[in-house]
């Protein structure tokens, strides 16, 4: 079991399947009390059922209230793990643009401004973000996806180097292909780039519980990725021109 975790009043966003449930589904192991929430009802509540915790369905930008009135008045760990994989170029509609940015990064950035005036008062929380290994990378075919899990990363490290002395633990899960809804739904790009190398949605939940027992910010269920994001910050034109073989590859077998 782990410490941090027990008795902890949890919230896990987009947690009707996926990453989000086996989190859901870990975090109720460890002994927590657990908030699933889902914009499928159905789903948020036949996860909350199986597992014995409470079901707030709903957009996860508008639930902080109702999640932490359903957890006695307190959130200990929220994690933002909603998320939208949207496809696309530069040309993709204004519309795909500003949902990705609303669901991967303000979502986020709402919960926040709900949940850190308690959080720092009493001088503790844990903020646990799903990115995505494209927001340390990036994601052939999916500049929407791949810009806005830039910025979901880039809001949890700011509150980490900004809160983390007053308290605030923050985790950012940046794992590569998951065989979840979502992973299916990338198509020829998701079949070539992230399937050879996909996880189940449990070892997410074990790499993130990994992490807060080592206290780490930055979760790589997929450990090769601190390679890629060296390689890529030691020399930026040759990644990119490895990624940019990558796409013409893709391109060749469409």
Known sequence: MVEAVQDARVVVTGAGGGIGAALARRFAAEGARVVVNDLDAAKARAVADEIGAVAVPGDASTIVAEARDAL??????????????????????????????????????????????????????????????????????????????????????????????????????????????????????????????????????????????????????HPEVAGFYAARAADPDRWMTNMNHIQQKWEAGR
Request: with cysteine.
């Open 72 to 221: 006695g008045g307190t959130i200990d760990v929220y994690c933002a793990n909603a998320g939208l994989a949207s496809a696309g170029t530069e040309a993709a509609g204004e519309k795909v643009w500003e949902l990705a940015w609303d669901v991967n990064v303000m979502a986020h950035v709402r919960a926040a401004q709900e949940l850190l005036p308690a959080w720092l008062e009493r001088g503790s929380g844990r903020f646990v973000s799903t990115v995505s290994a494209a927001g340390l990378l990036t994601m052939i075919g999916a500049a929407p996806y791949s810009v806005t899990k830039h910025g979901a990363y880039a809001f949890a490290e700011w509150l980490s180097l900004t809160y983390r002395h007053r308290g605030l633990k923050v985790h950012a899960i940046c794992p590569q292909g998951v065989r979840t809804d979502m992973l299916d739904a990338t198509g020829s790009a998701g079949d070539l780039v992230l399937q050879p190398t996909a996880i189940e949605p449990e070892d997410v939940a074990d790499a993130l519980f990994k992490g807060i027992e080592e206290d780490r910010f930055l979760i790589l269920p």
